[in-house]
């Protein structure tokens, strides 16, 4: 679970511990061509600029002439990756980078091939390694694994000398024998799936490409195998490597006995149980009375009584072949004239071809006609006498106590023919007949084994693997044959038993994009992500990123838990593995909007078990210690039983991550039970350093049932305690100082079964009597006894505590044992770099006063920038429709731009059109600018909206003159004042700004004051009147002063109301008189007498009597 950073900081601390520095190092690790894993982290050129200070600081503590080998697969494979990887390594550390261009490890070997610039000169001279090269042999750094359904694979590495010459050999059948408990069958507790041994497969060195092979044997119950791989390459000079699988008892049978052997072989005879033949020949033996002898060269073989027993066969290549290769071996119980191994020939032969023509390998020979004892012979002819000349070649041989293997390749039959005959793959003699004396043209009995064609001169012995070939095998060939038949353990070494990452994540190694911009994982980009698993299988997905969101490219088969697969900072989701990595194919990554900076994708990958076990509702404690600033952290589906942990500290361990670390005084605290359950299963992984002296206690509830690590004499423990009694189950195995191990017990109270495992295998079960009484200590601790008791202390690392209110059956016990190969965690780190981004402006509205000038600020225009940049200018796209914008009072044209310091300074206006407002009234568009050198312009033209409030507009008026008669009161109208109002106001009243001088002006009979307010109503009503003094007239006679109101406001100004009085004719007047006359006397009157008076001035002009 370590970092790239994690392991420098690893090797950085230790170097600063020993104040020593570095001569070389050694990375051993995963690797592809170009690339290698560090940590979690994929290490690549592109990867460098981000850890070049890392780097940089490892230089510092090596050597001046230091080397940094890479120990892992095909790293330098790809010279235009691998070969500038290397390079700039080299530049980085200052040391001398070396990494291999092809297999490395199991399947492969240790040979560094490629060297950084300046470094070869150490290729040449052979790089010394600073480990033993031999004890790193079954180290498996192969990412690829044959099958996930097979659980086990072991290495077989066959040692390059075990092959003659310096040639490599073609189709070479290698024999493969061991014994090996792991190889027992599961139901005798080994790990083969299949009793037959049908779930064995063998793969090249790449640990994928399947190899034809043949059982010739396999015993279940001892692990013992024998079998033969045939080898497309086998290397003369380098070791060879292969993989043995094995595990999987839902296989169908893997072996191909046919094609082990190819065309090259007319028949493949391993006998022992059977005579087939292996090959697609198809020239299957009978038996005559032979004996199966369990205790062959190779196996079982056939034990022949030298008087009646024999093997028949249907082969009768060796009659028609130009060139053919015969072999066996045998363990002769007699070597006296004569006894046929093998034979073919005429039915009546008898050997040496007298007079019949025939071919056999015997013990015993004839020599031109005298019969030889101790000897091993071959002959091919149809006469040995003298002056004959059919191929005949035979050493003397007299052991009656081992097996030895003879071989003779025949050539050039039609032609020069001519044999060649080894014993124990060594040449012993070769001999050319004639045409004329070996015809085989009269052959009419197939190939035998143990006698000739007359029932006479049998094989009195032991034989095993007969073979023919229609070719001529080599003298390497044949001796690389005999090294491996007759010590196959001196040349094979075999690898400790691996298991599979069941689910292994396929993810690149870091990413870079830019700010804003979405990042795409795909096979044609590159960087795709995938899942490898079992076809049709159902895996959980766990998805997230830092800093930015995660989009699948379909969710097409998926149930989702957690998000839903589109712009999701997490989801978690399941789905068949096809699915899934449909989903995969196509990821997009979207950075957080103009951020920059890393972020971390992290994928989890779990197996369908695992992930319901981590989300089991009965799961009712789990502390994975993952969260180091909540150790104590409950990771259950509930939550609800954290604890507190006393003492002991999270530390980084290179196969758990984030673990607890206990030394003996530390513990942590769950408070109660985890409600007192009937059916408990308590779980943990624990790497114990040391016992205490009553044992170390990983897990207790109470003192009521608990699991216990190494109790004196009883080993691995658990309880459970019924309210009178504890009921113990004892392993007798012992962990401490043995490293990681998984520890689990159950108890079922319907069947008062209780069991207990030890990494995923039942250590042991027994029936208790009663029920869990949980009396014992009020709380559960970790790394303590349970009822306060302080001998039972841990010591050491726990990691994965699992408490379960239900009884786990074996297979979900043996997922959580197998958890790390269940589940895959692995992180791509993503760069994004930052890119200038373009302002923004926001769309707005203004608020302008009726027939006010509105003045803009730079905030109007919303401007912001994710980057910083400041403000710079505006630019107006569009022109408002009505009112007029200004700058610095002149209109301007659509197209302009003016800069936000003359924004500031106001010189940036809006003049409304008179006396109109509305919401709405106008608009126009616009794009701010920032100051930045590139992508500085908002494209997005945004809106200013103008608003117009309405202002009151003063009402007018307007002198007016009226007129009224002489002695008459004039009454005024509303409309007497000429009353005015651009807004529509209504006349609301007339106030008195001056009073009159001559007549009279009167509200309601009641002299004006100054200033006085008269109410339209009052005019209305007809009570606003003036009079002018009695008799008086003329134009201008009066006049008074005035405003008007619109119910606001008064107007702005005082206006002058004149009143013109018409003159009127005044009746004139007399006076009553008295006059004297004399009497008699006649009065003459005169004109004033009638005392005559006019106001108007006017003259008498009759009297009426």
Request: glycine fraction near 10%; charge should be negative.
């Amino acid at each position: 679970k370590d970092s790239a950073a994690d392991v420098f900081r690893n090797v950085f601390n230790w170097a600063g511990a020993n104040n020593t520095k570095i001569d070389s190092l050694s990375i051993l690790s995963h690797g592809t061509e170009g690339a290698f894993q560090l940590g979690t982290d994929w290490i690549t050129k592109s990867t460098l600029d981000a850890d070049t200070e890392l780097w940089q600081q490892l230089g510092g503590y090596m050597t001046a002439d230091a080397n940094i080998y890479i120990l892992g697969c095909d790293v330098a494979g790809d010279e235009g990756e691998g070969q500038p990887l290397l390079d700039e390594l080299a530049s980085l550390t200052g040391a001398d980078l070396f990494a291999s261009d092809d297999i490395t490890g199991v399947g492969g070997d240790w040979v560094l091939e490629t060297a950084s610039a300046g470094s070869d000169d150490e290729l040449s001279s052979g790089i010394v390694l600073p480990f033993d090269m031999q004890s790193l042999k079954a180290t498996d750094v192969s990412l690829a694994w044959f099958d996930v359904n097979w659980g086990y694979r072991q290495q077989v590495t066959i040692d390059q000398s075990m092959v003659s010459g310096s040639n490599d050999l073609s189709n070479f059948a290698v024999l493969v024998t061991l014994t090996d408990a792991s190889l027992k069958s599961t139901s005798n507790g080994g790990n083969v799936g299949q009793t037959d041994g049908g779930d064995i497969v063998f793969t090249s060195a790449d640990g994928t490409t399947q190899l034809d092979h043949q059982i010739e044997s396999y015993n279940a119950a001892t692990g013992e195998l024998v079998v033969w791989v045939e080898i497309p390459t086998l290397s003369a000079t380098a070791d060879t490597e292969l993989f043995l699988y094995y595990g999987n008892a839902g296989a169908v049978n893997q072996w191909n006995d046919a094609g082990t052997w190819d065309a090259s072989y007319a028949g493949v005879w391993h006998l022992g149980a059977d005579y087939q033949d292996s090959t697609s020949n198809n020239n299957d033996g009978t038996n005559s009375g032979t004996t199966n002898d369990p205790t062959g060269q190779i196996g079982a073989g056939d034990d022949f009584n030298g008087t009646s027993n024999y093997i028949s066969t249907t082969s009768n290549e060796a009659k028609t072949a130009n060139s053919f290769t015969i072999s066996t071996w045998f363990n002769a119980d007699a070597t006296d004239y004569a006894h046929h191994l093998l034979w073919e020939g005429t039915a009546t032969g008898n050997g040496w071809g007298s007079p019949e023509a025939e071919m056999h390998i015997s013990l015993g020979t004839n020599n031109d006609g005298s019969p030889l004892s101790d000897y091993v012979s071959f002959f091919l002819g149809d006469d040995s006498a003298f002056g004959q000349d059919p191929l005949e070649i035979f050493t003397a041989f007299t052991d009656t106590t081992g097996w030895h293997q003879v071989t003779v390749v025949v050539s050039d039959m039609s032609t020069t023919p001519t044999a060649a005959m080894y014993l124990d793959g060594v040449l012993v003699g070769t001999d050319t007949g004639s045409l004329a004396d070996t015809s085989r043209s009269n052959w009419n009995t197939d190939l035998q084994f143990g006698k000739p064609g007359l029932a006479s001169r049998y094989f009195d012995g032991q034989l095993d693997e007969v073979r023919l070939a229609t070719t001529t095998r080599s003298a390497d060939w044949i001796a690389t044959e005999y090294n491996n038949q007759n010590a196959p353990a001196t040349y094979l070494t075999f690898g400790s038993e691996s298991t599979p990452n069941d689910i292994i994540n396929t993810v690149p190694g870091s990413q870079t994009t830019n700010e804003d911009t979405a990042l795409v994982f795909s096979s044609g980009n590159g960087n795709a992500i995938s899942v490898t698993g079992d076809a049709g299988q159902t895996y959980y997905m766990v998805l997230s990123v830092t800093n930015g969101s995660l989009s699948l490219s379909g969710v097409s088969g998926l149930t989702f838990t957690d998000g839903d697969g589109t712009s999701d900072a997490s989801m978690s989701f399941s789905g068949t593995l096809e699915d899934v990595n449909a989903a995969l194919a196509g990821l997009g990554f979207s950075p957080t909007a103009d951020y920059n900076g890393g972020s971390t994708l992290t994928i989890t990958s779990n197996d369908a078990t695992l992930y319901q076990l981590n989300i089991d509702a009965n799961l009712k404690g789990y502390y994975s210690f993952d969260n180091t600033g909540d150790l104590g952290n409950d990771d259950s589906p509930g939550g609800t039983n954290d604890g507190t942990v006393n003492g002991a500290t999270a530390t980084v361990n290179g196969t758990r991550g984030d673990v607890l670390s206990f030394d003996g005084n530390d513990y942590a605290q769950i408070n109660g039970h985890f409600g007192n359950p009937a059916n408990v299963t308590l779980a943990a992984w624990v790497n114990l350093t040391a016992a205490d002296t009553s044992g170390s206690e990983v897990i207790s509830l109470g003192d009521s049932v608990a699991l216990r690590l190494d109790a004196p004499t009883h080993g691995v423990q658990a309880f459970m305690y019924n309210g009178s009694t504890w009921t113990n189950i004892n392993s007798g195995q012992f962990l401490a100082g043995s490293g990681w191990h998984h520890v689990a017990y159950t108890y079922d109270n319907a069947t008062h079964v209780q069991t207990l495992y030890i990494d995923g295998v039942a250590a042991g079960s027994n029936t208790v009597s009663g029920s869990i009484s949980y009396t014992l200590g009020a709380n559960s601790f970790i790394g303590k006894h349970g009822d306060g008791q302080t001998t039972f202390d841990f010591n050491g690392l726990i990691d994965d505590v699992r408490v379960y209110d239900r009884t786990l059956d074996a297979s979900e016990v043996g997922a959580l044992a197998d958890d790390l190969n269940l589940q895959d965690t692995d992180t791509v780190a993503i760069t994004v770099t930052p890119v200038n981004d373009a302002p923004t402006g926001t769309n707005g509205t203004i608020t302008a006063i009726e027939d006010t000038d509105y003045v803009f600020t730079t905030s109007d225009f919303g401007f912001s920038d994710a980057d910083g940049d400041a403000f710079d200018r505006v630019w107006i796209a569009t022109l408002p429709s009505q009112g007029t914008l200004k700058w610095n009072g002149s209109g301007f044209s659509a197209g302009n731009y003016i800069m936000a310091e003359d924004i500031d300074l106001g010189l940036l206006t809006w003049t409304p059109p008179a006396n109109v407002s509305g919401a709405a009234l106008t608009s126009f568009t616009f794009q701010v600018q920032d100051d930045s050198a590139s992508s500085n312009l908002d494209l997005t033209p945004n809106t200013m909206t103008v608003d117009v409030t309405a202002q009151n507009d003063l009402p007018t008026a307007g002198n007016n003159t009226v007129t009224t008669n002489e002695d008459t009161s004039y009454t005024f109208a509303a409309g007497d004042f000429n009353f005015a109002d651009i807004d529509g106001d209504t006349l609301s009243s007339v106030k008195v700004t001056s009073l009159e001088s001559a007549g009279s002006l009167k509200l309601n009979g009641s002299d004006v004051t100054l200033n006085q307010v008269i109410s339209k109503a009052d005019i209305d009503a007809g009570l606003l009147t003036f009079a002018p003094a009695a008799n008086a007239n003329g134009n201008g006679y009066d006049s008074f002063n005035f405003s008007v109101n619109d119910g606001t406001a008064d107007s702005a100004s005082s206006y002058t109301m004149t009143v013109d009085v018409t003159a009127q004719n005044d009746l004139p007047t007399a006076g009553n008189n008295t006059v004297t006359t004399d009497e008699d006397v006649t009065y003459t009157f005169a004109a004033g007498d009638f005392n005559f008076a006019d106001i108007d001035g006017d003259t008498l002009a009759s009297v009426k009597v």
